[in-house]
């Protein structure tokens, strides 16, 4: 949960830091509407992957599963500004696999929170791991962090990618391969 008294008290002062008005029309309900905005962007806090990858169903076929291009957004811890591109989250099944659109959920949890890109990859990984006990995840995330763009060494069009592999893909070459095939086709 948001402590809104002071998320709303701090860009109060922010604003005043930075040299601005406070009082202009502009900026007077700012302090709230960012104090509603950090309920939003960090609501992942406040959420627990466990809630939407627990409801499996059983299948015969263990075939891999991928679920490409999840579009998310979110906050680098270390500059409070946006990274945000396309997630690809991929398992191979162990008799058990979840609705698709709790892959994607699970993106979302990790995503609305202050993050490095390196600790979501793995978050996603992990839980899948954890609730799915599949054989095997693979993780990979695709980002542009408006620190690298915007600011600082200003490098716009950069992407960073990290890869997270589990269980079988650990080990198997020829699946990261099939999984990069697939995520690029
Ligand atoms: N590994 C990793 N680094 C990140 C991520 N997001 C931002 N960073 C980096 O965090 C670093 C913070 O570096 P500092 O030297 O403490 O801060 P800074 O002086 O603002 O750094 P510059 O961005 O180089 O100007 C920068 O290199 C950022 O590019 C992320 O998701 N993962
Ligand atoms: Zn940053």
Redesign the pocket.
């Known amino acids: 949960m948001v402590d809104q008294k002071k998320v709303q008290e701090a860009i109060k002062l922010l604003l005043e830091g930075i040299g601005e008005d406070t009082d202009r029309e502009g900026l007077k309900e700012t302090p709230e509407r960012i104090g509603r905005m950090y309920e939003e962007i960090c609501g992942g806090m406040d959420q627990d992957a466990g809630e939407h990858l627990s409801k499996v169903f059983s299948v015969d076929n263990n075939e891999m599963v991928l679920e490409k291009d999840i579009t998310f957004y979110s906050m680098?811890?270390?500059?409070l500004m946006p990274?945000y591109g396309k997630a690809h989250v991929a398992y191979i099944p162990d008799g058990k696999v979840v609705g698709l659109s709790k892959l994607a959920r699970t993106v979302e949890v990790y995503a609305r929170r202050l993050?490095?890109?390196?600790?979501?990859t793995a978050q996603i990984a992990d839980d899948i791991m954890k609730y799915l006990a599949p054989q095997g995840v693979m993780v990979m995330l695709e980002?542009e962090?408006m620190?690298?763009t915007m600011?600082?060494?200003k490098k716009p069009g950069s992407q960073?990618v990290?890869m997270v592999t589990r269980g079988v893909f650990a080990e198997n070459k020829e699946l990261q391969d099939r999984f990069l095939q697939l995520v690029n086709r």
């Open positions: 680098c811890e270390h500059h990274f993050q490095i890109q390196e600790r979501m980002a962090h620190c690298m600011r600082g060494i960073t990290t």
